[in-house]
């Protein structure tokens, strides 16, 4: 593990509110050094987590500034990312994966490139058994599933360990930690800190973890700490020197009246109703010279590292983000690459493959969904008709079916949006690009969406009995296929591209609801009322396409006998609702009655309802409306990486 020390000088963010421009962290320094495990404390609001937000470069702000070195170099985000973990608060698992598979993913994703089975399974056994796991290994993570369904697994405190297992196992040289011993019982939380110490001190580590209220023996692995109030610094420096520093400036300690040293220096800083608005005044004049003697020790920190043999990338060192200060060019080392990119594919997919197979909800419920309509849809359309008094039944039908496929996507909502947030956190710390992502998703989602599109459609066409043929039955399919997938891909864009999943909805029903309108089953585009060429309209309805190529393949080109009479039924019409008076008796009799030479055309009903495509067109119209949406979707996600990073 290559020793890294890390500094940051002169940290600062404003915000803009309402009544002008607020600093929230301002001119605050420090330094974290390997084998030592850093502490970054202070009360609610003090700003600790925009402090670690800008260590890790996750907060992109023009009003954040300041600068990172790593070994005396400035560094950019992507020399960063090479050689640091970040492991936030609330943990990103699957709830339906076992803990060493959970850890198996973020060694596959984490691991250098070049890294053999056996050593990365190596790995991940000494991880789980210093993390005390190794009894749990093969527990589900458990937790709610997308739909409600709540999984039996792990205890919060186990969740915890794994989560941090997950997050150190490629045994980065810089380690963020962001309240690991948050929500844990004190036994947990000690032993997480006596791990996080172990991985300092054995493995030359560098880590550096905001700690809430810390008891005194978990005080006591802290090696250095960093106070903040207010968005300012009050101290940092090793743990043992806090007190003889504030005692210099006149705030003396008794440990019998205030409790341990951390409950002490929390106390100090705290502002509450009873104290003056700026704490502590006398250690703002103070801190220049602790600024002084921390850059002196860190001088010599840096005449006490090892050469390090490795590849040294030299470019311009970056700030945090636009409207921070500039470092002059260096040579910093990076760390050798993560990951290939064809591995992380695998390890996604493979991910994927476990989430949908295990979730009953996914693969089984859905497929059985599926599956019930079809047969039902079946019964109900049993048998159609074969002669002119069945051609407004097969309309209707057609029309049903591609309804279908737009309605029955939202069932899966939850699992989009559940998923949206796994991958919202797995990207924030840099775990992989959002292109392994999306691919690895297409990659299962699409087969298994296309099954259940194909299953639908395959048990209610017999059953129907819609135009026999092999050939115009499995251009029937490919057009349902389409359908389904459309339909599947604009409620999982919807889910990507909304804030939340009741906007999700709303924007799914806005675009589902025109697609069910603007087709010539509903009103043919010739009859439009409103004129200004509103039939223009056809060409934002995918449904529209697909129910006229069924259409197509169902009526084109055949001879419907009406012999027997076709009846009202026909046209569309119901018969008692037609007067038996008059012109009207006589319209009745002869449409029932029109003789044995009476042949009714499939191609003129669809030239009273619609101008004809060919098939390949259709196939071509209803192609670019699913890439447009896999890309707007691609789109969507890169979107929530880059917010993330």
């Known amino acids: 593990m290559q020793p890294v020390v890390f500094e940051w000088r002169n940290m600062g963010c404003t915000v803009d509110t309402a009544s002008g421009s607020r600093a929230i962290l301002q001119g605050v320094w420090g330094c974290a050094r390997p084998r030592q495990l850093h502490g970054l404390l202070g009360p609610s609001g003090a700003g600790k987590s925009t402090l670690l937000d800008l260590l890790t470069m996750r907060l992109h702000n023009e009003n954040c500034t300041g600068q990172l070195h790593i ?131 054995q493995q030359g580590a560098t880590l550096l973890a905001s700690v809430h209220q810390p008891r005194a023996v978990i005080w006591s692995q802290l090696d250095q700490v960093t106070l903040l109030a207010s968005g300012r610094l009050m101290y940092t420096g090793p743990t043992e020197e806090l007190v003889p520093w504030f005692n210099s400036l006149g705030y003396p300690y008794n440990p019998e009246v205030q409790g341990t040293t951390p409950d002490w220096a929390l106390d100090l800083v705290s502002l509450g109703f009873d104290k003056a608005a700026q704490p502590l005044p006398h250690l703002q004049q103070q801190q220049q010279t602790r600024k002084d003697s921390l850059q002196e020790s860190l001088q010599e920190s840096l005449q006490q590292l090892p050469a390090v043999p490795r590849k040294l990338s030299k470019g311009s060192a970056g ?125 299962l989602s699409l087969p298994f969406n296309g099954a259940l599109a194909i299953a639908f459609q395959l048990i209610f066409y017999g059953m129907a009995g819609m135009r026999h043929g092999a050939g115009v039955t499995v251009q029937s399919t490919v057009i349902s296929l389409l359908s389904g997938l459309i339909g599947m891909q604009a409620v999982y864009c919807c889910a990507v591209l909304a804030s939340s999943q009741d906007l999700a909805f709303v924007l799914a029903i806005a675009w589902t609801c025109p697609n069910m309108f603007v087709t010539s089953f509903m009103q043919p585009f010739q009859n439009y009322r409103l004129g200004w060429g509103i039939s223009w309209m056809r060409y934002i309805s995918p449904a529209g396409f697909a129910w006229q190529a069924l259409m197509q393949l169902e009526l084109g080109g055949r001879a419907f006998d009406c012999s027997k009479g076709a009846g009202l039924r026909a046209l569309g019409l119901v018969e008692d609702l037609v007067p038996d008076t008059g012109s009207l008796r006589l319209l009745k009799q002869g449409l029932s009655r029109l003789g044995p030479t009476c042949i009714a055309s499939g191609d003129a009903v669809i030239a009273m309802n619609m101008t004809p495509l060919p098939y390949a067109a259709s196939i071509f119209i209803l192609l670019g409306y699913f890439v447009l949406l896999l890309g707007l979707t691609y789109w969507g996600i890169w979107r929530i990486s880059k917010r993330k990073h």
């Open 319 to 443: 700030g945090l983000s636009h409207g921070m200060e500039k470092g002059a060019a260096a040579a910093v080392a990076v760390p050798t690459a993560g990951a290939s990119s064809w591995a992380k594919y695998k390890a996604l997919l493979w991910r994927e493959v476990l989430v949908m197979t295990r979730n009953p909800l996914d693969v089984g419920g859905r497929m059985l969904v599926f599956t019930y309509l079809g047969l039902l849809w079946g019964l109900v359309c049993f048998d159609l008709p074969g002669d002119a008094s069945g051609i407004y039944a097969r309309t209707m039908v057609a029309y049903v079916t591609v309804a279908f496929y737009l309605l029955m996507p939202y069932v899966s909502m939850s699992l989009f949006s559940a998923d949206k947030g796994l991958f919202a956190e797995d990207v924030a710390g840099r775990l992989y690009h959002p292109l392994q992502y999306y691919a690895a998703k297409l990659s």
């Open 71 to 201: 070994n005396g170099c400035p560094i950019t985000q992507q020399q960063l990312a090479n050689s640091s973990v970040y492991v936030p608060q609330f943990d990103s698992l699957v709830p339906v994966m076992t803990a060493r598979e959970s850890v198996e993913f973020a060694a596959a994703v984490r691991l250098p490139r070049g890294t053999t089975r056996d050593e990365a399974a190596a790995r991940v056994d000494l991880v789980l058994q210093l993390m005390g796991l190794a009894e749990q290994q093969h527990m589900l993570v458990g937790g709610p599933l997308p739909g409600g369904l709540v999984l039996p697994g792990m205890s919060g405190s186990e969740r915890k360990q794994l989560h941090i297992a997950c997050g150190v196992v490629a045994g980065a040289s810089l380690v963020f930690l962001d309240e690991p011993t948050t929500g844990l019982d004190s036994c947990s939380a000690l032993s997480i800190m006596l791990f996080l110490k172990g991985m300092a001190t």
